[in-house]
């Protein structure tokens, strides 16, 4: 498919490397903030003496906690925010309620994401994801993933751990259970 692109003229072929320059030369500056991208892209730009520094941009450096030119604290709409998850609820409920599952000693950054990412995604507070622990700890049809089973391998798989359950597709799944 490469090599049909290199024919019509979309890519260039040069010993082997694969290029694309028209895009490159619609590239600006301002397009990244990383240094060695934006020295790349000057140097595949030919400006003529009118148009050389408008892809220059500086970067935007303000802080929460600047004053504004009329001394006037900048506040920051706390509405916009999500609020903020109480790690240590979400590990006590769990180990409150999960008590066929192995025990969760610490919320590690992985943890946190993805407890963060479930509770974002699915709009959960402490208390809609402890209902959520509880349906799944106290329905029939969720009972094997609090049992010690032995696979065709031979493995032997204790009760699912913490991670199965803050996974969106386990939790998608009891939620359209109820």
């Excluded at 290199?6 to 397009?31: D, P, W």
């Excluded at 030919?46 to 935007?60: A, E, I, L, P, R």
């Excluded at 590990?91 to 599952?101: D, L, P």
Aim: aromatic content about 10%; charged content about 30%; overall charge positive.
């Amino acid at each position: 498919m490469m090599r049909y692109f290199v024919e019509i003229g979309l890519f260039e072929n040069s010993t082997g490397v694969i290029t694309c320059l028209k895009i490159a030369k619609r590239l600006n500056q301002s397009m990244t903030s990383n240094p060695q991208m934006r020295e790349i892209i000057n140097n595949l730009k030919n400006h003529d003496g009118v148009m050389t520094d408008h892809d220059k941009v500086m970067q935007d450096k303000i802080t929460l906690d600047q004053t504004r030119k009329d001394n006037k604290p900048v506040k920051s709409d706390k509405s916009d925010r999500a609020p903020s998850i109480d790690y240590e609820a979400v590990k006590t409920a769990w180990n409150k309620i999960m008590v066929n599952s192995p025990k969760v000693s610490k919320l590690n950054a992985k943890r946190k994401r993805l407890v963060k990412k479930l509770f974002d995604e699915n709009d959960l507070t402490i208390d809609k994801f402890s209902n959520y622990l509880r349906y799944v700890s106290q329905t029939e049809s969720w009972s094997w993933c609090f049992n010690t089973t032995v696979g065709n391998n031979g493995i032997k798989y204790g009760p699912r751990p913490f991670d199965y359950f803050i996974g969106e597709d386990v939790f998608l799944r009891a939620k359209e259970e109820i």
